[in-house]
């Protein structure tokens, strides 16, 4: 490294200093993707290419069995349902309460904001484990166990400080002028939030959308506690069960993985931009 | 609280009359109120009646008499929770000292404009985006002793001698790497946020003064980036400490933390449910604590306040 910089001076330690760079960066999205890329070529892989020792490193012959199997399996199409009618509930009833409480905060006065903002924002702080017991409790009173809603009641609750946080964010990027505007025309606050805001916050809305989805897609903990009934279980509960159906059946294992990531990984893909500004909305601003 | 009280209480109280009967105002109340209440309901309720639960000899189907302190004495004796409690702290530590020093480092390279800044953001956000619960079943099937390339790697190389899935040591240190794994990337890209918002002037007047890179990093970058860091490392925190989907999967229920300590004492084990409960409380507890600790001690900025 001396060498290069004293005989070709500024030019040639700019050269290498970017050469270094991007083998960094070339390892950097190599050891984040590894997995991924890994666990999928296990899932295509016969068994006794799996079971390989030393392992190999390309696939010989792919196969697509073991996705065969997995969704010829009736509980995992049926998990994959409910991971979908639980994140997209989820989402529908977060951005509806929290687009009506991150208005309230980032345009409108009133005395309690910043009680409000802190009660809301401690959620994100709170240990979701310390409440699983009395929420079960509460729960089964009301015969809520093994329904969708009670897993959809909870995870909303604990998205939406994610969901007014950045909604709150986005919103106030917005220029109050139009609203002002509509309201000397004599729209009421309501009106003014639902004809002007809404949709020129779409996007917002939109980026926010995608966050809270992967929020309630990922989610493990309620749905582990409150539904016990195989046929409600969304993907996160039933995959890691896979392990004891298919015990040395580590393909069918890795096939599942992959098909549940896979979806998160395009919507990360292309919205990546928006994520990204929306993940570090809040952060930055403090 | 009540809107429709507002009208008989407002001669008595000035700032209420001003708050509801104030057109602009009631409809804020009435906005932020099925959010505020649904969080009462469903957080804060729930954690009032668990600290009840916990004074009591309950069970999951049935509310018991006063017992005092008994569940926690019974919960410090148990050494199952002091497992949990230590492995805890240390997964704590470990992984959110390693995220931030690494992710710091990261984001201070990636800290320029270069060619392909949209696949590193990409490539960033893949962990990041995975249910843990599948990293965990992934990595399981990387450790694992017949098909994991981990353990294949690691057999070769001879760095272990023993099986990683069946050594709770080694459990924990493979959830330390993968957490590390799976969040590094975003401690990143909020420390790396945190970087953009520094005005280049600033670097440029302390090159001209003559300040050397150490002086800039120490005496501009850090205390500039001290907010981020603040948010990183509390977020970061308080994830690390609550981990249960970790430790349930990776570890097949084999690896303890004070979370799946609770879990096991409420939801699987009939006789735990007191100590379970005890638990519960004391991880809300010291949690309120860490946060406090970062706000207080530290000085972290949580004003959500208009500008």
Known sequence: MASATTTKEAAGRGTLNNVLFYVFLVAFVLVSVFPLIWIFKMSIVTKTELFASPPTILPHTPTSESYAKIFSDPAFQQALVNSTIISTATTVICLFFGSITAYAIARLRFRFKGTVMTLILAISFFPAVAIIAPLFIQYAQVGLIDT????????????????????????????????????????????????????????????????????????????????????????????????????????????AAVVVTVPLVILVLIFQRRIVSGLTAGAVKG | MSVASASTEKKKRGWFKEEFGNPERRTAYYMVLPSLLIILIVAFFPILYGFVLSLTDSTISGFGSFVGLENYVEMFQDTDFLEGLSNTVIFTVASVTLEFFIGLGIALAINRAFRGRGLVRAAVLVPWAFPTVIAAVMWRLMFQNQVGIIQYAADTLGIISEPILSSRTLLLMGAILVDVWKTTPFVALLLLAGLQVIPAEVYEAARVDGANWMQRFFRITLPLLKGAILVAVLFRTLDAYRVYDLFWVMGNRELASLSTYVYEGVRISQLQFGPGNAAAVF??????????????????????EEE
Do not use: C
């Not at chain 1, 939030?193 to 949709?199: A, C, D, N, S």
């Not at chain 2, 991880?283 to 959500?304: D, K």
């Open chain 1, 148 to 255: 969708y809603a009670s897993v959809i009641i909870t995870d909303t609750v604990f998205a939406l400080p994610l969901t007014i946080w950045l909604l709150v964010a986005f919103f106030r990027e917005l220029p109050v002028d139009l609203e002002d505007a509509a309201k000397v025309d004599g729209a009421t606050t309501i009106q003014a939030f639902r004809k002007v805001i809404v949709p020129l916050a779409a996007p917002g809305v939109f980026t926010t959308a995608i966050l809270t989805f992967i929020h309630a897609w990922n989610e493990f903990l309620f749905a582990n506690t409150f539904l016990l009934d195989p046929a409600r279980q969304p993907v996160t509960v039933a995959i890691p069960n896979f392990a004891t159906v298919y015990t040395v059946d580590y393909g069918a294992q890795a096939a």
């Open chain 2, 283 to 304: 991880i809300f507890v010291t949690a309120f604590l860490i946060a406090l600790f970062f706000i207080r001690v530290l000085g972290m900025r949580t004003s959500v």
